[in-house]
C-alpha cells in the first residue's frame, strides 16, 4: 500500500481487512500470560461456565485486530500514534476456531490549529466472526503526519 497521509484521507472512507482465525492454543497462551481466567485457560471448567466453552479474552481479541490493522497497511508505512480508544464493547464471545473480518470506517480527519505538521483521525470499527455477527466494536483516535515531510 502507498503511504497515506492526513490530506490524503477522507471522511466516510472505509475498508475491511483479511479474515484471520483465533485458534484454542492463542486463547489460552494469551490468556495464561494475561488474563488467567477459567474461561480463557480451562477446557473442562469453561465447559461448565455461563460460555459452555472456552472463549479468547477480549484483550486478545482487541490485540489480534491491532495486528490485522498493522499487517494491512492501509495506510502504508506512514507513522500512526494511538491517542485513544472509546467506546470499546465486546458484544459476543469469540471462540477458538471463529474466523474474524474486521472493518474500519473514517469518521473524522482534523487538521491541528496549533501543529501544522499533523492532525487526528478517528475510525471506527466493527470486528465480525463467520456468521456475521459483531463481536466488538470501539473508535480508535490517532494522529497522523499532514503530508511526507512531516516528521511526528
Do not use: C
Request: aromatic share 8%; proline share 6%; charged share 25%.
Amino acid at each position: 500500500m502507498t503511504d497515506r497521509y492526513l490530506d490524503d484521507l477522507s471522511v466516510g472512507e472505509s475498508w475491511e481487512g483479511e479474515p484471520f482465525v483465533i485458534t484454542e492454543a492463542e486463547v489460552i497462551a494469551f490468556a495464561e500470560q494475561f488474563d488467567p481466567q477459567p474461561m480463557h485457560i480451562d477446557a473442562a471448567a469453561a465447559a461448565e461456565g455461563r460460555f459452555g466453552g472456552l472463549i479468547a479474552s477480549g484483550w486478545h481479541v482487541a490485540s489480534r485486530v491491532m495486528r490485522e490493522y498493522v499487517e494491512a497497511a492501509h495506510f502504508g508505512a506512514t507513522p500512526m500514534l494511538g491517542i485513544s480508544i472509546d467506546d470499546l464493547r465486546w458484544l459476543r464471545p469469540v471462540r477458538p476456531g471463529d474466523t474474524l473480518i474486521v472493518r474500519r470506517e473514517i469518521l473524522a480527519v482534523t487538521p491541528s490549529q496549533s501543529r501544522p505538521d499533523r492532525g487526528t483521525v478517528k475510525t471506527r470499527t466493527w470486528v465480525r466472526n463467520q456468521d456475521g455477527d459483531v463481536v466488538m466494536t470501539f473508535e480508535n483516535l490517532m494522529q497522523f503526519p499532514k503530508d511526507a515531510s512531516a516528521r511526528l
